[in-house]
């Protein structure tokens, strides 16, 4: 047999996932930090799931070019179709069918799973990313809608961003299906088209739009395009019939709006265009959408699927959720300039100055861990100031040198690497001095 010249494998990952280095990690894990206090804030519980999901699961009510085009999907050992998750709201909608007897309603849960889709990789969209997951499950009425939208705005102040750097965008998918269906009486292959135009609507420009919609529905295009473009949701009501004024879906918008304002929360606005892709919603939907001209775009959305739960044979449980991404968080917190500064997890290091005090180094290492302090010692025995200058250059804050002096009188110099002083402390002083400091 032949042997094989050894071939080099290169370092890049795969195409559209990334590989998180400490300082990516630091940022990853605080924006999860954040989400999370937020979440739990609301009294939502955390829960898991696996990565693979059989494939019928999305076949369902998920979307075809999401199914279709966009997952990652395989048959395993034992000839079954499995796909890796694209997102995480069927996954939920089925362990809550499956336990749904032995829950006290409602449920509030949450998850940040990661989320595979075969898409190409551009600005604010990878094949892989995290996303936060929250929803409630067992409310029918617009109170769990105000919850949902409460705790997303909740997250964007906790990242530090103001009113006026996103816009809280609604709309009814009632409203959609009445003005498709009952307005201008489409058919169900016009209104479907129709609700993938508007969809991507925003991807075209205002000419190439309307030349779409006019393919599709010919002479009613005028009306719909009127429609689409009301500037306010006062606007969009008076181009409706006077018998569909007083609609389900422009009357849940309507208390939406009053009850958002009176919490506070002032900058929803009313966007007809607002479709979001995925054919389980049922009612309100919205988005956080950034304001600034350097990343206008949305930013995370959700809304009302309360169908779901019945493609697994259960009786109607009515559930709002939503779901925020981690790369566009990211995208987001960057344009605002709102990324925290990396800080290692390491809070002090002991240079070790000969091998004979290793072992006392090691020692003093473990009682500062006991004590709640996060330390590295010194292994390459480098000169101090080398052993120094790699405790600086990892930002590591404090460092302190352990030889003979320091063995024999029990004192040690901790040094603050940021500001060059150097103070006096014995073991026991060290640990509340250095995480005071």
Not at 54 to 67: F, H, Q
Not at 225 to 254: C, D, M, T, Y
Not at 286 to 295: A, G, H, L, V, Y
Request: aromatic content about 10%; overall charge negative.
């Amino acid at each position: 047999m032949t042997e094989k010249p050894n071939q080099k494998i290169g370092t890049e990952s795969y195409k559209g996932v990334r590989d998180f280095y400490p300082q990516d990690m630091f940022v990853q894990n605080y924006i999860f930090g954040v989400m999370k206090k937020a979440v739990e804030s609301f009294g939502y519980s955390e829960y898991g799931a696996s990565i693979l999901e059989p494939s019928d699961l999305y076949r369902a009510k998920t979307g075809d070019e999401i199914v279709n085009e966009q997952t990652y999907t395989f048959k395993d050992r034992g000839d079954r179709e499995v796909t890796l998750r694209p997102e995480m709201t069927p996954t939920v909608a089925r362990m809550v069918a499956a336990k749904k007897r032995e829950f006290l309603f409602p449920l509030r849960w949450y998850s940040i799973p990661n989320l595979f889709r075969y898409e190409q990789p551009q600005k604010g969209r990878l094949r892989e990313h995290w996303q936060l997951n929250a929803d409630i499950f067992g409310v029918e009425g617009i109170e769990a809608e105000i919850e949902i939208i409460s705790l997303a705005h909740s997250i964007m102040k906790g990242f530090g961003l103001k009113d006026d750097n996103y816009e809280i965008r609604v709309n009814n998918r009632k409203i959609v299906n009445y003005i498709l269906k009952d307005f201008l009486s489409l058919s169900s292959e016009e209104s479907h088209a129709v609700s993938k135009l508007i969809d991507k609507k925003d991807k075209m420009s205002k000419e190439d739009f309307a030349e779409k919609i006019h393919s599709v529905v010919s002479d009613k295009s005028d009306e719909l395009l009127n429609l689409l473009h009301s500037k306010n949701l006062e606007e969009f009501i008076s181009l409706l019939p006077e018998k569909a004024r007083s609609h389900q879906g422009v009357l849940e918008i309507k208390e939406l709006q009053e009850k958002l304002s009176g919490i506070g929360i002032k900058n929803s606005v009313f966007s007809p265009t607002l479709m979001r892709g995925f054919d389980y919603y049922t009612g309100i939907v919205f988005e956080i959408f950034d304001t600034n001209p350097e990343n206008r775009r949305a930013i995370f959305g959700g809304g009302r699927y309360d169908d779901l739960l019945s493609i697994f044979g259960a009786e109607k449980i009515p559930a709002v959720g939503f779901g925020m991404g981690d790369v566009t968080t990211r995208d987001v917190l960057e344009t605002y300039r709102l990324l925290p500064k990396y800080k290692p997890a390491t809070e002090l290091y002991i240079c070790v100055l000969g091998e004979k005090y290793k072992n006392y180094a090691n020692a003093m290492a473990q009682k500062l861990r006991e004590d709640g302090l996060n330390v590295a010692v010194d292994c390459s025995n480098k000169k101090a100031g080398d052993q120094i200058k790699y405790a600086d250059k990892n930002m590591i804050p404090f460092v302190v040198c352990v030889g003979e002096n320091e063995v024999k009188n029990e004192e040690f110099k901790v040094k603050n690497l940021k500001s060059g002083e150097e103070t006096i402390l014995n073991i026991k002083e060290i640990t509340k001095f250095t995480l005071e400091s």
